[in-house]
């Protein structure tokens, strides 16, 4: 996770993926995944990732929500958004 105030860095490795929701939205479709992992900072509640497909299936943005909305203080890492498009990828 990339802390956004810059104060933090830590590279994780995601685990327990579950598909909570997909769904369309205009061009686009919107799946919400579930993941743990033993690293999470202890400021992050509810995590999930928000996954934004075009029509073609590409990956467009692979963002970190909390409680339903964008996380106001993290982003994942590059290596993350991969861990979740790897296993995103195997379920379709």
Same mark, same amino acid.
């Given at each position: 996770m990339i802390d956004l105030n810059? /104060?933090?860095y830590t590279e994780?490795?995601?685990s327990d993926f579950t598909l909570k929701e997909h769904y369309p939205v205009q061009h686009w479709v919107h799946y919400l995944v579930g993941?743990?992992?033993?690293k999470m900072p202890i400021d992050i509640i509810?995590? /999930?990732a928000l996954v934004i497909l075009n029509e073609a299936g590409d990956?467009?943005?692979v963002v970190l929500q909390e409680e339903g909305c964008d996380?106001?203080?993290y982003q994942f890492t590059e290596n993350e958004k991969?861990?979740?498009i790897a296993w995103?990828?195997?379920q379709m």
């Open positions: 810059f /104060e933090k994780m490795t995601l993941f743990s992992t033993d509810d995590p /999930e990956v467009l943005q996380s106001p203080n991969q861990q979740i995103l990828t195997k």
